[in-house]
């Protein structure tokens, strides 16, 4: 293949890093993915696979050797509204550290493109109170008042790499994500967003049955396809702008919504319960694509309703799957004259995830 390009990704066990390899495999990239744990649901397409801990520098040094042309930087602890609200601490000083090591050893190691993938969590908290939001603009990040912990953090590092750029000529690319969703991304355990959530409850609801939506549901947010995630990342990296990119959709839908679209897709009547008291984020937020079609004569374009067609398949799947494994388990712990006590199973906590 011609141009073909030695690439890390980092964040490679998580649910973007993990399509991205794929993608990188599949236009001929010699790809090594790197991150503190493999992927959950599949096996990855990398050539090489490290499971380091990406917040110590010397792991970040070995990630990067070997002659690495380009970056994906993907690597973060990241989740849900439910999850990034309550772990502001953790998730912040997990954040510095892994965003400034692996700048730091992609520049001494002589990486020619670092791609950094930021988040819409930046945006200035007072233009995003509306349900009916004006499309954010790249600008709108300041005055900065992004949300607490995930949202400065990821500002932070935005910063840090226009300081590379200006300061040692190094190449940085900068991504806002706005909600990014698909199958193969994390749907229970409370790191899932939302597509994934509603997806999940709805998976496992019976017809004319009722969810838990956090907030009145009238909160709006616009959700962009992994495919489409996959194609705006790999020509922003190709671009030659350093400045932030939004990447994500402007088709705005209330939470409310999300669950009509979904519910229609699983052929079920769903009726809602709202938990006024669960988080809720911003009351409004939608991507202005202008800057990202000038730039790249591109923008997402997967609908909605297709999208999730397929991400809810995916889910349905494996909460079947689940519950027939249950099932089974069931039965063969509860054999005729087996009159012992059932036992209880063991609750392990899971390890905290460094990936996107």
Known sequence: MENKKRVLVSGAGGFIGHHLVRRLKEEGHWVRGADIKYPEYDASAADEF????LRKAENCLLATRGGIDEVYNLAADMGGIGYITASHADISRNNILINAQMIEASRQNGIKRFLFSSSACVYNQSKQRDPDARPLREEDAYPADPEPGYGWEKLFAEELCRYYYQDFGFETRIVRFHNVYGPLGTYD???????AAICRKIA????????????????????????????????????????????????????????????????????RQHNPSGPQGVRGRNS??????????????IALEQGLAST???????????????????????????NSEPKKSRVVAAKPRLAS
């Open 50 to 53: 490290e499971v380091l801990d």
């Open 204 to 271: 496992l609801a019976k017809d004319d049955g009722e969810i838990e939506v956090w907030g009145d549901g009238e909160q709006t947010r616009s959700f962009m396809y992994i495919d489409d995630c996959l194609e705006g990342l790999i020509r922003i990296m190709g671009s030659q702008y350093h400045e932030p990119l939004n990447l994500g959709t402007d088709e705005l839908v209330t939470i409310n919504g999300l669950v009509d679209i979904v519910a229609g897709i699983a052929g079920k009547r769903i009726r």
């Open 189 to 195: 355990g409370g790191k899932e967003k939302a597509p």
């Open 288 to 301: 202005d694509n202008t800057r990202l079609r000038a730039t790249i004569n591109w923008e997402p374009s």
């Open 312 to 338: 809810y398949r995916w889910i349905a799947s494996r909460v079947e799957s689940e519950r027939s494994s249950a099932d089974t388990t069931a039965t063969l712990t509860s054999q005729p004259g087996d």
